[in-house]
């Protein structure tokens, strides 16, 4: 059955799902890029011969914010692993909506993992506590570029209707 629900689009909710798991994938393939380039940097960190010579608090550093790389990709590649395992099984409103969570998770994951990294840069390249008040400074610039712009203008009614993710229970007639 397909219904607009006052939101100007005709789509059944499986039509709704695909269209809603085709722009998940565009917006996970902009963050994987970035995530892959930054992770794989912090590998090859500890190969270099400069390496040794960080004090303990840099390393200390280093090793959360590979940890925190980590996680970040595997909360970014687990929506295809969501995808590949139910695929087939007629799930796929609730895979978007697991997905979603995930990326969502993966998101706020590479905020903190650029918060570190950035803030192991800065440490190593200026040795000063002037290091932190440039991170906290770009730590602000990320959250208002990606949570308050958004929920800014979602308050003030410039995004227009949010979509409602797809339900779980559809009932007929709803």
Not at 26 to 45: K, N, Y
Not at 49 to 76: C, H
Request: with cysteine; charged share 20%.
């Amino acid at each position: 059955m397909s219904t607009t629900n006052g939101r100007g689009r005709e789509e059944t909710q499986e039509e709704r799902a695909d269209r809603q798991w085709t722009e998940l994938l565009q917006e996970l393939r902009v963050a994987q890029t970035g995530v892959q380039i930054l992770f794989g940097f912090l590998l090859a960190v500890v190969f270099q011969p400069r390496f040794a010579e960080l004090s303990e608090v840099d390393r200390d550093i280093y090793v959360t914010t590979v940890v925190l790389g980590s996680a970040t990709v595997a909360a970014l590649i687990g929506p295809v692993t969501y995808h590949r395992l139910l695929t087939g099984r007629r799930m796929k409103p609730q895979t978007v909506i697991w997905a979603s969570r995930m990326t969502m998770m993966g998101l706020v994951l590479l905020f903190f993992t650029m918060c570190s990294t950035l803030l192991l840069i800065m440490r190593v390249a200026l040795h000063n506590t002037f290091a932190l008040w440039l991170v906290a400074g770009i730590a602000l610039w990320f959250l208002a570029c990606w949570f308050l712009f958004p929920l800014w203008a979602l308050a003030r009614g410039r995004s227009g209707p949010r979509e409602d993710p797809p339900r779980e229970d559809p009932r007929p007639g709803e």
